[in-house]
């Protein structure tokens, strides 16, 4: 995917020329057409200098730059502290029909209060800018320290910088990362929830907004810093989220009883329903991906991943051993079977790539829902599969009731798809109980061996409007 950072800065005398590298390019644009930010210029600075060897920025306050040829060659856009009406029409297309082909889009503070009477940026954001207080200290609570722009920071962010009051909360349309804690500043005119940071899937690229970027001295900040070069290289990336962790489980999961991050898995010959393991500190390539592996003596219990999600696409790749049984649960509740079920010629709801049942010991059957997959998709044991999955959580009115049910949009096993449209009217066998908006990620452990690796995980946004 392109990248282009464009960093509205209001002053055309410092616009970049065009390098000629490899690396992913960026465009920051940082027009202005209301209240010009002070920080545009040090933004402009920090931006250029946090590329480094992964990605290139050029800077621009021109317009005409977002044409179909004059953005083909970017990865990604920042828009820096751009104000109100920043492109025609023509230009609007032309970002639009880039960002759809896989762009990836940051916003930063008043790129909140830019383009009001275009409905798509406004999807595109995530919601608009109304009001702030005083320049102030106040305390951010950061709520997903999984993404790479938020795990380098505290539980509690404490900085200073203006704080944006929106016309509406963006949650349940967009992943929120951190939210502001209402008792911490003064003056603050949004009731209830919210948030400050947030990210996106959306109508085919990838967006993340952060509401600081206000001071000068905010752009001077390491830490903001580092939230900004991870910021950009999350869309880079497509909006991809890795759960094996370079280091200890316990970065990216809150439960790992049982488990170990070792180097590769491989056929037990003196037990064909477990592993031999290679230890994680062997002998082996830089880049190897590292697996996830339960097996051995002691009890074993699931993975659950400190990530919370709503609306999310996964790939995940797993092994199974002879007999062995396992499941990918979305939301700690909804699962999709893992089963050595290679070859059998009627897959059922709990065959691998089935969406397993509910159960209620009151009614009969006492099993129900179940959904076997379309095809058998299983490869033999000791084969490393994949499961590639569209999700959408179930939907709840402010007062917490349920309007919507949860759904599988989308399973593709090992390239072929076993399920689409699957509604879900509550958890399955073995989930969590109750429905919630967001919750985590949940590999079963505890019914035998399993093996992942390659687990990554990216939010997605609402569908975009007409």
Not at 219 to 242: K, N, S
Request: charged residues 25%; negative net charge; proline residues 7%.
């Amino acid at each position: 995917m392109m990248m282009l950072i464009l960093v509205a800065a209001g002053f055309l005398q410092g616009e970049t020329p065009a390098p000629v590298t490899s690396e992913p390019q960026v465009l920051v644009f940082s027009r202005t057409a209301g209240f010009r930010h002070g920080s545009i210029e040090p933004g402009v600075k920090a931006m250029q200098s946090l590329g480094g060897d992964a990605f290139t920025v050029q800077h621009t306050e021109d317009p005409k730059r977002f044409t179909r040829d004059g953005l083909a060659s970017f990865d990604a856009v920042v828009f820096l502290n751009t104000t109100m009406d920043v492109l025609d029409d023509a230009q609007q297309q032309a970002f639009t029909e880039w960002y759809q082909d896989g762009g990836g889009y940051v916003g930063i503070h008043a790129a909140a209060d830019t383009e009001y009477d275009w409905p798509w940026y406004g999807q595109l954001m995530g919601a608009w800018f109304r009001s702030h207080p005083r320049v102030q200290e106040a305390d951010i609570v950061v709520e997903d320290r999984t993404h790479p722009a938020m795990s380098h920071l505290p539980a509690t962010w404490t900085c200073t910088d203006e704080w944006y009051d929106y016309r509406a909360s963006p949650r349940g349309s967009v992943h929120v990362l951190a939210r502001m804690d209402h008792d911490s500043y003064e003056g603050e005119q949004m009731e209830g929830d919210h948030p400050v940071i947030w990210c996106q899937v959306f109508d085919g690229g990838t967006a993340f907004y952060t509401g600081r970027g206000h001071t000068d001295e905010s752009f001077a900040e390491p830490a903001f810093q580092e939230h900004l070069r991870q910021a950009v290289l999350w869309v880079i990336d497509d909006g991809w989220i890795d759960l094996v962790p370079d280091q200890g489980l316990s970065t990216s999961w809150r439960q790992a009883s049982g488990w170990s991050k070792v180097h590769q898995v491989m056929p037990n010959g003196a037990n064909p329903r477990d592993f031999h393991s290679i230890a994680a500190d062997a002998s082996r390539p830089a880049d190897a991906p590292g697996v996830l592996v339960n097996h051995g003596e002691g009890q074993r219990g699931d993975l659950v991943s400190e990530f919370e999600h709503g609306d999310v696409e996964l790939h995940v790749e797993f092994m199974v051993p002879e007999g062995s049984n396992s499941g990918v649960y979305l939301q700690g509740r909804y699962e999709i079977q893992i089963l050595d079920s290679h070859g059998k010629p009627e897959p059922q709801h709990d065959d691998c790539g089935g969406v397993y049942q509910r159960w209620d010991d009151a009614r009969e059957p006492h099993g129900y829902e179940g959904r076997p997959p379309r095809v058998n998709a299983a490869r033999p044991p000791f084969t490393w599969q994949e499961y590639d999955i569209i999700f959408r959580a179930p939907r709840f009115d402010a007062e917490g009731v349920k309007i919507a049910n949860a759904r599988f949009e989308r399973v593709v096993h090992n390239g072929q798809v076993v399920h689409e449209d699957v509604e879900l009217s509550g958890p399955t066998r073995g989930g969590f109980a109750g429905e919630v908006p967001v919750g985590p990620l949940r590999l079963q452990g505890d019914h035998g061996p399993i093996a992942y690796r390659t687990v990554r995980i990216r939010p997605l946004g609402s569908a975009a409007e007409d």
